[in-house]
């Protein structure tokens, strides 16, 4: 395997006669664009000195209003940077400068602004920009505005700000139709309030023009698989049925994924057969990638190897996902012959790798020990510009700890110091088990207040995993007893 993944291309690269063949066409470009520059303007030199002048004023003239829209949109950014301060901050800016400042920003950068956050589902943010733009003068309530938001919130498990933004819809006359409705659902449904989201849809059935349609009802399904409530589904699919909503390629992928990530196969497979029997539900590439993950996250190789030929003899093509996937299972089943031939293929056929192909081989070399591997594809990581995340963090601690690399693990942390990835408790518990199995209880003590400065909150599994390494090296005194009592206080 080491030597496939020393053969594997991590970018799509021209050979290197292409590539000296593209750098002499540049300098042959650029020479000519040079020797043209260097012409004398043979017309211009007929010209009389007053249309040299006109000309002169002209261009004087334009590149002064391509300067005025310029700082204006500067001035404009600024201003939002500003309003959007703390609220203190806020008021001593509006108290200078004049509230009108604030309402008269250039429609286009607030817009922009409130995208951008929309985007990065930073809702608190969002709703600051969004106040901002209802301040303004040229402001109309606009619908898909407040749907976007509403999805956002929905996003961010924030329903009771996604209903006020509803109730805020109607107030301004906005027009309230199905799609308005669906984004409300899909906040519902989405923070596993499915009464209120089942409620909801019963509501629009009986409004003219809001009648849920396939996306709501695939929105309510993904919801409701997603906390195997399993008996909702088949509740909602009849409801369909009823009212002669057919299914999508979305609703039966949905329930393949749903259904293969719990391990039911017979109800995926009969999933897929109903889809294939559809004439209008064709497979595409995420049916082939949910079925090759619950096959291969299962064990089942020669399974999900079976399904792969099979999809791609009907015509489906695999994506960076599909090899993702191949190359977890391999990883995981131990299969590192087959793991890198996809890497081979990879390269062969120019697939660039993502976080997640390096995740999943990171992994796979850490869990075979093969720490020297794992370390040059992490540097490479870096050095192709892709940032790593906590799930490779995870990787690397979970290694070393089996290893024993103590330096290794407080490598990982001062890394992690200079850094601004997110960590979440599956990182801490990795950290906390890794200095357990090396015997450096103080560090695995402290790990504790790490989390605290972090903002992440301790779980059974941190406490456990502590009292464990104590209790394998015959400790069970004050130590013990305090993380025991520190378990029941975060429960209580």
Known sequence: MAAASSRSSLSASLPRD??????????RTVAVAAAVQSQPDRRSS??????????????????????????????????????????????????????????????RTVLEALHERITALRWESALKVFELLREQLWYRPNSGIYIKLIVMLGKCKQPEKAQA??????????????????????????????????????????????????HTYSILIKSCVQVFAFDKVEILLSDMESQGIKPTTITY?????????????????????????????????????ATLRAFGGSGQIEMMEECYNKFQSSGISPDIKTFNILLDSYGKAKRYEKMGAVMEYMQKYYFSWTVVTYNVVIDAFGRVGDLKQMEYIFRLMKSEGIKPNCVTLCSLIRAYGRA????????????????????????????????????CLVEMREVLEMMKVRGCTPDKVTYSTMIKAYLSRGIDGDHV????????EETA
């Open 18 to 27: 292409d590539l000296k063949k593209k750098n002499l066409n540049k300098n």
């Open 46 to 107: 007929g010209r009389s000195e007053r249309e040299k002048e006109k000309m002169r004023k002209e261009r004087e003239k334009d590149e002064r209003e391509t300067k005025e829209e310029v700082n204006r949109r500067i001035a404009s950014k600024k201003a939002i940077s500003i309003i959007l301060r703390r609220d203190a901050t806020k008021a001593v800016i509006e108290k200078k400068r004049g509230r009108t400042n604030s309402r008269k920003l250039l429609p």
């Open 165 to 214: 933004l509803f109730q805020a819809m109607v107030d301004e006359g906005c027009i309230i139709n199905h799609e308005s409705y669906t984004a409300l659902v899909s906040a519902y449904s989405r923070s596993g309030l499915l009464d209120q989201a089942f409620s909801l849809l019963n509501k629009m059935k009986t409004i003219d023009g809001c009648q849920p349609d396939v």
């Open 253 to 289: 992928n949905t329930l393949i994924d749903a259904y293969g990530k719990v391990g039911r196969f017979a109800e995926m497979e009969s999933t897929l057969m109903e889809m294939l029997s559809n004439r209008d539900c064709n497979p595409d590439v995420w049916t082939m990638n």
């Open 404 to 439: 024993g690399s103590v330096d290794k693990i407080k490598a990982v942390v001062r890394f992690i110091e200079n850094s601004d990835v997110m960590l979440d408790v599956v990182f801490f518990n990795c950290l906390v088990d890794a200095y357990g199995r090396t015997g």
């Open 481 to 488: 007893q305090g993380l025991r009592d520190s378990y029941r």
